[in-house]
C-alpha cells in the first residue's frame, strides 16, 4: 500500500468552507442518518469538497470533522486511505487517472502513461505549465473488457490507442472536454464484443390471435350488457397516450428551440443524443419531471438512480432561469 500524504504546506489554503447549495446539501446528507450517526457522512462530505475545489485540502478535512464532530485525525485516516481523494492540486481541466491493472498493462497501458509523460508532466500528481492537466496512474476501474482506458472526472474512456487519448487530452487543454464522448473510443457499444452482438441476438415472435390455440369452450353465465355512458365514450375515444408517439419515444417533444442539455451535469453528447431521441429537448421540461417521468427516463437509458444522484431537475429548473441562477444555486459555472 503506497504512503499517502498531505500536500505541502505551501499549497494549502488557510480556510475551507462550502458554497451556499453544497452547504445546503451536507446539511441534507447529514440528516439521513440516525441522530449521533453523522459522522457516515463523512466520505459523501468529503466528496463533495473535491468536487467543489478539485482536491481534498487540510483545511477541508479539518471543516467536515467540525462539521461532523468528528477527531480531524479519524477524518484525515478516511483522506489518506481511499486513492480517490486528491491530497495536492490538480489540474482545473482534467485530472487523467490511467489504469495500470494487468488487463490495461498487457493491451497498452504503458502507452497511455507515457502520452501523459510527454502531453502533461513527466511525473504524476504534478500540473501542466498552466495548471490545467495532471495524471496518475490507478489500480482497477472495472472496465478490463474494454482495456487500455482511463478516467477523467467521473466519465471513463475506454478501448483508446495513444492517438486517441491525445486528442482527447488536447480537448480538455483547450477547455472542450464536454465534446469528447464517454465510454469506448472504437465504435464498440459498452462492453459488447468488437464483432458485434453474440448474445440475446433473437426476437421473441409474438403469437397472435389467429396463431394462438383455440381455448375449450365453457359455458359461461349470461352477463348484463354494460351501461354506457358519457365518460366511456369519452374514454375509448381518447387515444392512449403511448400511442401518440413515435416508436422509441418517451415524452412529447416541446416546442421551442432545444436547449443544450450538456449544461447539467453528468449529460455529455451521447446522452444528450438520446435525450433528445426520447422527446427530452428543454431545461424546463426536466425541470417539471415527476416521479413516474424519472422512473420511465432511469429504464431508457440505463442508468438506474443516475438522474436523481445528479440532480437533474434541480439542475435544469435553475438553467431554465439562466446561468446566473445556476451560478448562485450550485456556486460554480455549469460546465
Given at each position: 500500500m503506497s504512503v499517502r500524504r498531505l500536500a505541502e504546506e505551501s499549497v494549502q489554503p488557510e480556510s475551507f468552507a462550502f458554497n451556499a447549495a453544497n452547504a445546503a446539501w451536507a446539511e441534507k446528507r447529514m440528516a439521513l442518518y440516525p441522530e449521533g450517526r453523522q459522522q457516515s457522512a463523512v466520505i459523501p462530505l468529503l466528496m463533495r469538497a473535491q468536487e467543489q475545489e478539485g482536491w481534498v485540502s487540510r483545511a477541508a478535512i479539518e471543516k467536515v470533522a467540525e462539521m461532523l464532530g468528528m477527531a480531524r485525525i479519524r477524518v484525515l485516516e478516511v483522506a489518506t486511505f481511499y486513492t480517490q481523494f486528491q491530497l495536492q492540486p490538480v489540474g482545473t481541466r482534467a485530472h487523467v487517472q490511467v489504469c495500470g491493472t494487468t488487463p490495461c498493462m498487457l493491451r497498452g497501458a504503458e502507452d497511455l502513461r507515457a502520452v501523459c509523460q510527454r502531453k502533461i508532466h513527466q511525473h504524476p500528481h504534478e500540473v501542466n505549465a498552466d495548471g490545467t492537466l495532471s495524471w496518475e496512474e490507478v489500480e482497477c476501474m472495472g472496465a478490463c473488457v474494454n482495456a487500455p482506458m482511463?478516467?477523467?472526472?467521473?466519465?471513463?474512456?475506454?478501448?483508446?490507442?495513444?492517438?486517441?487519448?491525445?486528442?482527447?487530452?488536447?480537448?480538455?487543454?483547450?477547455?472542450?472536454?464536454?465534446?469528447?464522448?464517454?465510454?469506448?473510443?472504437?465504435?464498440?457499444?459498452?462492453?459488447?464484443?468488437?464483432?458485434?452482438?453474440?448474445?440475446?441476438?433473437?426476437?421473441?415472435?409474438?403469437?397472435?390471435?389467429?396463431?394462438?390455440?383455440?381455448?375449450?369452450?365453457?359455458?359461461?353465465?349470461?352477463?348484463?350488457?354494460?351501461?354506457?355512458?358519457?365518460?366511456?365514450?369519452?374514454?375509448?375515444?381518447?387515444?392512449?397516450?403511448?400511442?401518440?408517439?413515435?416508436?422509441?419515444?418517451?415524452?412529447?417533444?416541446?416546442?421551442?428551440?432545444?436547449?443544450?442539455?450538456?449544461?447539467?451535469?453528468?449529460?455529455?453528447?451521447?446522452?444528450?443524443r438520446k435525450l433528445?431521441?426520447?422527446?427530452?429537448?428543454?431545461?424546463?421540461?426536466?425541470?417539471?419531471?415527476?416521479?413516474?417521468?424519472?422512473?420511465?427516463?432511469?429504464?431508457?437509458?440505463?442508468?438506474?438512480?443516475?438522474?436523481?444522484?445528479?440532480?437533474?431537475?434541480?439542475?435544469?429548473?435553475?438553467?431554465?432561469?439562466?446561468?446566473?441562477?445556476?451560478?448562485?444555486?450550485?456556486?460554480k459555472q455549469p460546465k
Open positions: 482511463v478516467a477523467i472526472g467521473r466519465d471513463t474512456y475506454e478501448d483508446l490507442t495513444p492517438g486517441r487519448l491525445e486528442e482527447i487530452i488536447d480537448a480538455f487543454a483547450a477547455g472542450e472536454g464536454a465534446s469528447v464522448p464517454a465510454g469506448p473510443q472504437n465504435g464498440r457499444q459498452f462492453a459488447m464484443a468488437i464483432t458485434g452482438a453474440t448474445t440475446l441476438t433473437d426476437v421473441p415472435k409474438r403469437t397472435s390471435a389467429k396463431t394462438a390455440p383455440a381455448r375449450a369452450a365453457t359455458p359461461e353465465k349470461a352477463k348484463p350488457e354494460p351501461k354506457v355512458t358519457d365518460k366511456a365514450v369519452n374514454a375509448e375515444a381518447k387515444p392512449a397516450k403511448a400511442a401518440e408517439l413515435p416508436k422509441g419515444q418517451l415524452f412529447a417533444r416541446p416546442e421551442g428551440a432545444p436547449d443544450d442539455l450538456k449544461l447539467i451535469s453528468g449529460v455529455g453528447p451521447v446522452l444528450e433528445n431521441d426520447f422527446g427530452v429537448t428543454r431545461f424546463d421540461q426536466i425541470a417539471a419531471f415527476k416521479k413516474a417521468d424519472i422512473t420511465a427516463l432511469d429504464d431508457g437509458l440505463s442508468f438506474k438512480g443516475r438522474i436523481e444522484r445528479d440532480e437533474w431537475v434541480k439542475q435544469a429548473k435553475a438553467l431554465a432561469k439562466g446561468v446566473d441562477e445556476y451560478v448562485r444555486v450550485f456556486g
